[in-house]
């Protein structure tokens, strides 16, 4: 068996688990309460030289419950975007910077077998602005 076969990352998992959210549900059903968001992020591990990976997210291309890690030896890596705005919103936070480590595991490809865990982390900054209810 090959050990370069892609390993499933943590949106992968995800999609594929059957017992979390029954069906994917868009970001406005999400989060009906955002009207407009920002979200960067910066990676550094493996692969990565230095915190130099930035990618930026908006409503338009907004990635889903998970970022995914860029380990190729890291099997359901990355970290979860839906919990960390969840609980911005759950606080009406407008900004917020925080890092997270990537919570997958170096592994073979099904993720059997566990070598290490994954080291990667990532520097997230998020900006929120809320829709004025009539509430
Ligand atoms: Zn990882």
């Not at 409503?59 to 359901?76: A, V």
């Not at 865990?117 to 209810?133: E, G, H, M």
Request: hydrophobic share 25%.
């Amino acid at each position: 068996m090959s050990n370069h076969r892609k390993r499933l990352k943590a949106s992968d998992v995800f999609r594929e688990s059957k017992h979390v959210f029954g069906k994917k549900v868009s970001f406005e059903e999400a989060f009906p309460e955002i009207e407009d968001i920002v979200i960067s992020v910066e990676e550094s591990g493996r692969k990565i030289n230095k915190w130099n990976y930035k990618h930026t997210y908006t409503k338009q291309n907004f990635p889903g419950e998970y970022i995914d890690c860029s380990n190729p030896l890291c099997y359901n890596g990355g970290f979860s975007i839906g919990k960390i705005l969840r609980d911005m919103v759950k606080e009406k936070l407008t900004e917020l910077e925080t890092l997270e480590l990537c919570q997958g595991y170096e592994g073979s490809p099904k993720g059997k077998k566990y070598y290490k865990k994954c080291l990667n982390q990532f520097k997230i900054r998020v900006s929120i602005k809320y829709k004025k209810t009539a509430k």
